[in-house]
């Protein structure tokens, strides 16, 4: 008897949580790593966030609520996005999810058909690929321009009769790209002349240094076609509450409803209500954040050269993307077994010869994680 699941089986683990495993593994053994691996914010959950939550609690939020999430959660989402992002909406439209990552898996789920193609931008984010077999889909690569990290008319080389969807990601984990409005421009034609959809990931849209974000569905037809999504991980210093959402077309979001009611019912409901007080509560916490990493961004631009480490465009997210001599898989085990400093290899992202340094991480320890490889090229 076949015990495992071969779709299940075909699937590789996620290079981001392993490598964080293998670190924490480290920590334990009593080794001082230095993470600028995993790409989690270092900073605590405002207060005010976690008051709602208690206070909910304290209420008696313990129980089922609604499987898209509680209205006041819906509503605060789709509220965001008229005002904000410019995108008309409902809360018909919003689905709250278990983190950013299962609104993309119901996503998949929802729209892919065995055999349909899905075309990912690389490098890109380690979670898309396997969302995208676990549907049943196949998934055709193209890769951005290596000096600009945009989108270019290589795109339309990828679309064959089977493409049903687009995956963007700005600003762009691992290669900290904001995509322009030319980029974005270039993926909206292509799925309206061959009637694809989008999945636009903008979990990282508050963390950007003098750019723009710019939400796909603003462009003209997209609305309908676009499944946009976001979270609370990134921008709130929230990844541990696992609680993100989607924006879709009605018809798409009953369909990840459903896969939610059967999978995991909703998110849970006093956590949703720590996500309405993010969303409703001051900003200026965001902004601190921001600034935060905006110097230790400027560090990095600053220090990196000296390593002799070219970066891509460093305009949006937390990570420097940063070509390196040599197999970047072997880089980044010598990196961690000589210099305590942990970091992910370009591999993961369907790009090697490119190493992933999320600065995530105090500037001390970003320092001295610089300090370190720096000793470690000399040594
Ligand atoms: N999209 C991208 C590009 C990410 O980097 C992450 C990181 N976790 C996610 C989605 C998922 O975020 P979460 O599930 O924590 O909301
Ligand atoms: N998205 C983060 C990263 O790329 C967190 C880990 C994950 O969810 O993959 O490191």
Redesign the pocket.
Known sequence: MKILSEKVAAIAPSATMDIADREKKLVREGKDVISLSI?EPDFDTPAHIKDACCAALGRGETHYAPSSGIPELTRAIADKYRFENHVECTPEQVIATC????A?YEAMEAVINPADEVVIIDPA?V?YEPCVQMAGGRVRHCHVDEHTFQVDDRLAEKITQKTKMIVV?TPC?PSGTVFSRQSLGIVADLCVDYDLIALS?E??EKLIYGKEHISLATFANMQERTIT?N???KAYAM?GW?L?YAIAPPAIIRQMVKIQQHGVSHPTTFVMWGGVAALKGDQRCVEDMRREFDLRRQYLLESLPDLGLEAAPMDGAFYAFVRVPGDDVEMARSWLSHAYVAVTPGTAFYAPGWIRLSYATSLPRLREAVDRIRRSQTG
């Open positions: 790409g983190g950013a990552k299962h993309i984010w979670s990601n984990n990931d979990i990282y999504v979270g609370f991980s990844t696992r993100g």
